[in-house]
């Protein structure tokens, strides 16, 4: 009866444990882009829906890349320093996924802190990163060796707003103790936490430029920052 009794409240304290960010996450959601949250007819957040749409996003985008002259766009390695990647550039790849209590995420996404891309500034879930460290962290050359990456400018973007952007990220990156990861991928607009497209979208918002396809929704997955009215594809590999 004891072992029931344990297995009961045990039950009990990881339901609230789950229940309790995801309450906490949604008061920060305007009120106004709360109902644009799509649900399945079971009441629940409909998970198919936004993977298809982050599929169906980075399907139209790599289509584009293809018709793109090879003079617009560089292929090679930004290790050997032959592509011109700035502070404030993103860099995206749509490999691997990380599920969080919504839905999955598709591919990663971080913002170039110094020239050369040699340090970036991204967020991982502990498990997946490549330190072994969850939240928001520096990245050391981890996009130099990876296929499949998106180099990717910001339209309008100029060396001042550049660089607000790399200074707004250096500034969560840089708090103590350190913001974990952002596990509930429906809430972008949160402080406290952040996944790794949330981080570089809040960066540039608060420079004063959204990079966002979808604002008026409540999600920023990578695909998003590929919107050609937004950014411009530079580099691939």
């Known amino acids: 009866m004891k072992n029931k009794m344990l297995c009961l409240v045990c039950s009990v304290l990881l339901v609230m444990a789950l229940s309790v960010p995801v309450m906490a996450n949604q008061k920060e959601i305007p009120e106004e882009l709360k109902s644009t949250i799509v649900y399945d007819e079971n009441g629940k957040v409909d998970a198919k829906y936004y993977e298809d749409m982050q599929y169906k996003l980075i399907d139209e985008f790599e289509k584009k890349v293809k ?16 592509i011109n990647v700035v502070p ?4 995206v790849s749509f490999s691997g996924t990380t599920s969080g209590i919504d839905f999955a995420l598709v591919g990663h996404a971080s913002l170039v802190e110094t020239s050369g891309g040699v340090w970036c500034i991204s967020s991982w879930p502990g498990s997946k990163s490549p330190s ?7 990245e050391y050359r981890y996009w130099d060796n990876l296929s499949k990456v998106y180099g990717l400018r910001v339209n309008g973007s100029t060396s001042t707003s550049r660089q607000n952007a790399v200074n707004n990220a250096t500034a969560i ?6 913001l974990p ?9 949160t402080t406290n936490s952040y996944y790794c497209s949330q981080l570089v979208w809040r960066a540039w918002s608060d420079a004063g430029i959204n990079i966002d396809r979808f604002p008026y929704d409540t999600v920023v997955s990578p695909a998003e920052l ?3 009215h937004m950014t411009t594809v530079y580099y691939k590999d």
């Open 88 to 91: 404030g550039d993103v860099f």
């Open 173 to 178: 990156v840089s708090k103590s103790p350190r």
């Open 132 to 138: 072994g460290i969850d939240g928001v962290q520096y």
């Open 226 to 228: 590929t919107g050609s």
């Open 181 to 189: 990861y952002n596990w509930f991928f429906l809430n972008k607009f």
């Open 67 to 82: 018709k793109e002259k090879a003079s617009k766009i560089k292929d090679g390695s930004f290790s050997t320093q032959s």
